[in-house]
């Protein structure tokens, strides 16, 4: 079930046991039959960690969305509601509660599992209402990093990056420092911390201070990482406004993943089974879980998608030469044989099948195949997709940047989605180290008009967050940071890469680079540029007991934890995946981060929500 | 500002399946060579060797293989069609809640349906965290809660989790708090003891104990202490203005801000007030008292257009209601309005003005009214063509805003595609091209007014035809 987790140079199936002790371990506080209450939200994560079996074998017979009204009629001794510390929720669950029928018997227990902390707040809400003591547990389940894959941990914190950057406020910073804390008790001291930006500073304060506070942490385990690298988002504002272009990357950007899962529109899969063919084409999402558990994704999710199509023409010809051989099995032995490896093949072809309409619904939306030659015809989703993508690497690789953009003021004329043209005017604002007054105005100016005034709200979120802002001083920095970190290659190849560029064909993701020159040369080397992005960049080193230190075996690579604080994109672990699998790169990637984003997600958590709250 | 490879897309290139590079490269001289080069990798399948129809023959071929095996008692995952593999939790949520015996009966069309909290009505400015702490008894928000006001304490709770002990420091109050215990803060009673608690739990960095102080200094503490007081405590400050923002306090937080001398902010604060306004004569007088506020020198502009625009929208919303109510316009009979243009952004409201009232003795009354003249509009009038025409607007429609485009070549343009045929032929003639207008001739009806029109600038012997 998690044989993925385990696949990587450490082994995070210990972090998933560790939850899933924690899990049972609550389950059996409440003695007898019970009943779950879920947060919808939290369904998706506690799945990467325990599936309904696990629940079952802890007496949990029934399940259910929170939802205000009367509780369903389960025949349970224990109601145990599963909620994020929000005030909405409690309203529900006081709802549910209130709603209770008295008489009944034999009468149901109440708790609550907050999830990922307790909050003083909700129970004194909860108390405000007087049901606060109808609930006999009230605890709190840590999920604090959530394993997604081998090598890639998230808190799935939507508003972490928000909350960081415009609220200043600092409490999921203190749940990564958390989540830290925990690793370390399973996988022995970090000796070796970087980092860059505020925020790392914050965590890598608050990690000294708990392990100064709580001696009992000192553990005698074996460290398994050797550096803990923490990344400010807002060091690197540049990479997730652009658009992936790795094969999960491009998923995400297009059709968005949520938790390993991603809904992709039906039409392109054949039906469940021939026999039943001529029957009518699903209409429900076909929902697929991406994850390196599956041989072929794991393979290809990383390639630029320019580099996918081979890959999955090369698979076809071995699998039907596989399926081939039956003719070739004479002998019983030689059809038991076949036979034996029929399971595999099928999950192969099945495999394949799926990725293969997962790249034709991709390269329907990425490739031009048709040109509209009307003077005034409305761009196909591709030609638009590719002339998006043609700013955006003239952005990035430093033209044009001082001036309104054409493409931008027709995609707005043609009332485009905000979020895209958002995404665009951030991206030329920080590829030019600010706009300039006259073009600020205008874009401003051209967006209230076309959008509503009142985005004039969200507008200011970005100033604030550093995404949009004023050019001061007259100096765009950039061209200076682009030509030394390297972030702009000419001559990248996508096939075969030999840079991380190739994963924005051409544009090397400036967080990334900051990783592969601290491993080397150093950061030494970039002093200059270091200082020109914000926040402080450090060094700390813990103390290890003499009989942890490690001996180094010769050719052995070092284990580097990334942690992104503000949120990361598929394409940026992919490059990181690529730097531990090139040769004598001497290093292999653990990613952390506060939540997987792209573009469109980390935009819209950062505007003004226009509309109530529908709950 | 074309940049080539833009262009090259569009017209330069071989109209079909065609490659398009991902790598774009800076504008160079020697365009040609760049398209060329093979060192520009495609970004699609290669052309010569299409993998992926290659590649759609294999699914075929690969599919067809399903007869020979069956998959039904393979140990794979089992995997509903959704994708959901049998057995997850969201699956089960849907598997055990549906066999769940019986539902309450009025709720059971939630229970079903969709399974977001849609159902509840709720507005966020409706939570009132003070309140609590003032004593008063909240709002709930519910609609259909008839019997709520009694609290049944359903049971004494079995495990009780306040701490009783007394003597807590405030450094092993915080940590406590920070582990999830409840620690009673009553005790601490002089400012100089709060204050310390509050340093304590900034230190930690634990939103949720440092919120937790806040409230309960907010609740004990006179407020102009506790704004002097935050005002040196800026971790602790940005908490509070949060925690004001999430739970709509707005007065206390405008006070604070003013306090602060945050001018700005309290003028953006105060305008976001504006969205939670459904009657717009309400939201408009609204909007009227924003124009005060001490907004940016670039906002300012914005705050007075949304104010005017709103304004003219309840102007042009009460003429258009009667009109299309009498049903007396031919254009509101023929094109019924979709909704009310109340709230509407600007340009749509324009557009909307061109479409229905381009009949009026002035076609730009509504630009005019929005503070426009006639020879700038505040967006193209290709566009305003462009949007009309994806509307079905009537060829008069789009004629009146053809002959406003500026540019003699879009104008002809759009003018022959959308057979505006006088403006076609004014602009042919404005250029004195004789052979352009006679070629035009043809396009025309035999015999239409057009026609006569045309014979009668060939004959006309003032114009001096440059051809």
Known sequence: MAAHLSSGRVNLTALREAGRRELREFLDKCAGSKAIVWDEYLTGPFGLIAQYSLLKEHEVEKMFTLKPGRLPQADVRNIIFFVRPRLELMDIITDNVRREDRGRSPQRDFHILFVPRRSLLCEQWLKEQGVLGSFIHREQYSLDLIPFDGDLLSMESESAFKECYLENDQTSLYHAAKGLMTLQALYGTIPQIFGKGDCARHVANMMIRMKREFPGSQNSIFPVFDTLLLLDRNVDLLTPLATQLTYEGLIDEIYGIQNTYVKLPPEKFAPKKQGEGGKDLPTEPKKLQLNSAEELYAEIRDKNFNAVGSVLSKKAKIISAAFEERHHAKTVGEIKQFVSQLPHMQAARSSLANHTSIAELIKDITTVSCYCIGFYSFPTASEDFFDNLTVEQEFMSGIDTDKVNNYIEDCIAQKHSLIKILRLVCLQSVCNNGLKQKVLDHYKREILQTYGYEHILTLNNLEKAGLLKLQTGGRNNYPTIRKTLRLWMDDVNEQNPNDISYVYSGYAPLSVRLAQLLARPGWRSIEEVLKMLPGPHFEERQQLPTGLQKKRQHGENRVTLVFFLGGVTYAEIAALRFLSQMEDGGTEYVIATTKLINGTTWIKSLMEKLEPAPF | ?467
Request: glycine content about 4%.
């Open chain 2, 1 to 467: 500002a074309d940049c080539p490879s833009r262009r090259a897309s569009r017209g330069g290139r071989p109209s079909s399946g065609r490659a398009v590079p991902l790598q774009m490269s800076r504008a160079r001289a020697d365009e040609e060579e760049y398209w060329h080069s093979s060192k520009f990798r495609a970004f699609t399948f290669d052309d010569e060797d299409d993998e992926l129809s290659q590649l759609k023959e294999s699914k075929r071929a690969v599919n067809s293989l399903r007869d020979i095996v069956d998959d039904d008692d393979d140990d794979l995952e089992k995997v509903s069609w959704s994708g959901e593999p049998v057995g997850s939790i969201s699956w089960s949520i849907k598997e055990t809640a549906s066999s769940s015996s019986s539902l309450e009966g009025r709720d059971t069309s939630q229970q079903k349906g969709s399974s977001s909290y849609a159902a509840l009505p709720k507005q966020v400015s409706s939570y009132s965290l003070s309140s609590l702490f003032k004593g008063e008894v909240p709002h709930m928000s519910f609609s259909d809660t008839g019997v709520k006001n009694y609290a049944p304490e359903l049971r004494r709770p079995k495990a009780e989790y306040k701490d009783y002990s007394n003597d807590w420091s405030p450094r092993d109050t915080v940590r406590r708090m920070q582990r999830g215990k409840v620690c009673s803060l009553e005790r601490f009673r002089s400012l100089q003891d709060k204050l310390v608690l509050l340093d304590e739990a900034v230190a930690g960095h634990d939103g949720n104990v440092i919120t937790a102080v806040l409230i309960f200094l907010k609740r004990t503490l006179r407020r102009e202490v506790l704004f002097r007081e935050l005002e040196v405590r800026q971790v602790a400050l940005c908490h509070l203005i949060h925690f004001l923002k999430e739970t709509g306090e707005q007065k206390l937080l405008l006070d604070l801000l003013r306090f602060l001398d945050r001018t700005e902010e309290v003028a953006l604060s105060q305008y976001r007030e504006h969205l939670n306004i459904q009657d717009v004569e309400k939201k408009r007088e609204f909007l009227k008292g924003c124009i005060g506020l001490p907004f940016s020198a670039e906002d300012i502009s914005h705050i007075q257009d949304h104010y005017t625009l709103l304004e003219r929208q309840i102007i042009i919303e009460a003429n258009d209601r009667h009109l299309a109510m009498a049903g007396q316009s031919e254009i509101f009979r023929k094109y019924p309005r979709k909704a009310s243009i109340l709230n509407m952004p600007l340009v749509t409201t324009l557009f909307y003005s061109c479409f229905y009232h381009y009949t009026e003795a002035e076609p730009l009354l509504a630009m005019n009214w929005l503070g426009y003249t006639k020879k700038k509009a505040p967006i193209g009038f290709h566009r305003v063509v462009e949007i009309l025409q994806r509307n079905n607007a009537p060829v008069q429609v789009l004629q009146e805003y053809v002959r406003l485009v500026e540019d003699v070549e879009t104008r002809l343009n759009l003018a022959t595609k959308y057979k505006c045929h006088d403006v076609v032929i004014d602009t042919y003639r404005d250029l004195k091209d004789r052979i352009q207008l006679m070629a035009y001739k043809c396009k025309v009806e035999r015999g239409s007014a057009e026609e006569e029109k045309i014979n009668s600038l060939l004959s006309n012997m003032q114009i001096r035809w440059k051809n």
